[in-house]
């Protein structure tokens, strides 16, 4: 039922969002030239890497000239770009992950392969559900990249919000039901227009 939901949802957000997702196509190629979709790498469902779609809030080729994971002054982000992530307008296109099924609507972030090897055994339990647009961690880090400040952001992140996201998320994956996976969605929209 839960599965049958999320592409119920994911196929009528693609439909209703279509103009949206236009608008901001154009917007992001009116600022820079280069794809309007960033692909990434991610861990998902049994440790299989999948292509997580998003939308580009950064200069072309960021990724080959700085680390995965952003911080608060990360000059390679876009102005467009600081808009949509803001308001986590670049996550939409995960929509057409939830149709191939590599994520849900709810479930873990998904994880740049990088960080994913250092995950203890216990941690690598994250990998038995399917990884979501939204998660419990993602509603309580909302505003992640504030927190990633100075010279030693990426050690801050290795080894303070890292685990600590994953304990989060893997408390979701021993006790998620459809009504809690509702009720993230609910907040996770609120959170947006708020």
Known sequence: MRRSFDIVCAV???IILSPFFAAIAVAIKRETKGPVLYRAQRVGLNEKLFT???FRTMVVNADKTGASVTHATDQRITTVGRYLRRYKLDELPQL???IRGEMNLVGPRPEDPRYTGLYDQKQQMIFSIRPGITS?????YRDEASLLVGPEWEEQY?????PKKLSIDLKYCETNTFWSDFSIILRTVSEVFR
Request: net charge positive; hydrophobic share 60%.
């Open 12 to 14: 009528l957000g693609l």
């Open 52 to 54: 997580l779609l998003k």
């Open 96 to 98: 057409i992950n939830i």
């Open 136 to 140: 419990p961690a993602s509603l309580y």
């Open 158 to 162: 290795i080894h303070k919000i890292m």
